[in-house]
């Protein structure tokens, strides 16, 4: 759906893998069409096209138009999903976003729906553009519709066509069995450290996790305060134990830790190591806490995301947590969990410290929609939190350890129809925002 992220809110808005088509199910094309809009005197102009079979909507000058056409499906079949394609081809339309719109209804009566859904879209090229959504029709639904809109300008002209309805099949169940593990390692070198974190490694495997998220810069901590003094190259001897072991556990693994490149520059940085393909992902920390600026830490530049075996990855790291930037990019990008290995935030504090400290971790989730596991150091503190920021496990203070099943299908439902991730994305102006926050 999204995750390129409205770009794609085809691949978000399907919360899930997206379903093949059903074998033998026809592509449904729509029974009828009448002209829309959100309400009266709020009309475009509309002309349907038998000859190229374009459903055609121009702006006609008068500001703000908001509508266009509504076109309906008279039977689906409730409890089964659907597939809604529509080709748009645009001219002079400023923000595709905000201006080109389609949304996928499903109906239980003449004029109540039963859920709806906002489409993403891609460009295919030139000023095409594929709209697509995926949905569950719910128990009762007895039809369905599609509202192909131009709104929110005056100016412009939009031609719609070959829209389908297609049953595809349900998306496949996407669970993954976690770790966050804490522990206080002795700080007496790199090596003792590796040491203690991969007996960490092994108990968690143990009971069954299939990830583990290991806290920040784990291999130097505590040892010698000098930023290059425990440093290491990535890959190196010490990332090539990790992959080692992933492999032995088959588990995946990630991390923070201080790294040292050819240039002899040092920066904090996280790795995800996959059980079959070593290190598939590298971040380098972009917020730098005060102590890492004065000791001479450099800075990354970028917030990468990652195909895993468990679906889309990113990863922060402490300070970045402070900045809600990172989350958003993330997540924008395709990140369905962000790992996020952490000291501590300067922001909880007070006699509610924990409290805060979980009230930051929720709402970093909730905004972004993605799942938030986060590991701390020194053995107190991690949690994970799911996509409506409910903290679904945290770390046992006694052993620092703390493990729950991620479901990345997970549906956080709205009270008006659709979900929190499909409105999340569906719902944003980035257009707007780039025009008036532009950074000075």
């Known amino acids: 759906m999204i995750r390129g992220r409205m770009k794609s809110l085809s691949v978000m808005l399907l919360v899930g893998a997206l379903g093949l088509p059903v074998f033998g199910a026809s592509v449904m094309k729509p029974d009828r069409w009448s002209p829309w809009s959100a309400r009266e005197g709020l009309e475009p102009s509309v002309k349907y096209s038998a000859e190229s079979g374009a459903w055609l909507i121009e702006g006609d000058g008068r500001p703000m138009r908001h509508g266009g056409w509504e076109l309906h499906w008279n039977k689906v079949e409730p409890g089964k999903w659907y597939r809604l394609e529509v080709i748009c081809e645009a001219k002079d339309v400023v923000s595709i976003q905000d201006h080109a719109h389609v949304e996928l209804n499903f109906w239980k009566s003449k004029d109540k729906r039963s859920e709806w859904q906002h489409a993403g879209f891609e460009k295919i090229g030139g000023n095409r553009y594929r709209f697509h959504a995926s949905a569950l029709a719910p128990d009762h639904s007895i039809r369905s519709s599609a509202r192909l809109m131009l709104r ?7 031609a719609w066509t070959e829209p389908r309805l297609t049953r595809i099949a349900a998306p496949s169940e996407r669970k993954v069995k976690v770790a966050i593990i804490t522990g206080k390692p002795p700080g007496t070198s790199v090596a003792d450290n590796l040491t203690f974190t991969e007996k960490l490694v092994r108990e968690a495997a143990t009971r069954g996790a299939q990830v583990v998220c290991l806290p920040e810069v784990i291999t130097s901590w505590r040892v010698k305060d000098d930023a290059k003094h425990g440093a290491r190259p990535i890959p190196g001897k010490e990332t090539g134990r990790l992959e080692k072991l992933a492999t032995e556990l088959a588990v995946d693994i990630n991390l923070s830790m201080s790294e040292i490149d050819a240039d002899g520059l040092i920066y904090n940085t996280a790795i995800y190591i996959d059980r079959a393909r070593g290190i598939i992902g590298k971040y380098r920390k972009v917020h730098l806490a005060v102590g890492e600026r004065w000791k001479g830490i450099t800075p990354g530049d970028d917030f990468p995301v990652w195909k895993t075996r468990f679906g889309t990855a990113g990863m922060l790291i402490c300070y970045d947590n402070v900045h809600p930037e990172g989350h958003r990019i993330l997540s924008q990008r395709g990140a ?32 972004n929609h993605v799942w938030m596991v986060v590991c701390q150091n020194n053995g107190d503190r991690g949690v994970i939190v799911r996509p409506d920021g409910e903290v679904i496990a945290e770390v046992d203070p006694g052993d620092g350890f703390a493990m729950a099943d991620i479901d990345l299908n997970f549906r956080h439902d709205s009270w008006i129809g659709s979900d929190f991730l499909n409105r999340n994305w569906g719902e944003r102006r980035p257009a707007l925002y780039r025009r008036l926050s532009a950074d000075k």
């Open 152 to 158: 929110w300008t005056g100016k412009g002209s939009l």
């Open 336 to 367: 369905e969990v962000i790992y996020l290995p952490i000291m501590g935030d300067p922001r909880a504090v007070g006699n509610r410290a924990y409290e805060k400290w979980l009230d930051i971790m929720s709402v970093r989730a909730m905004d």
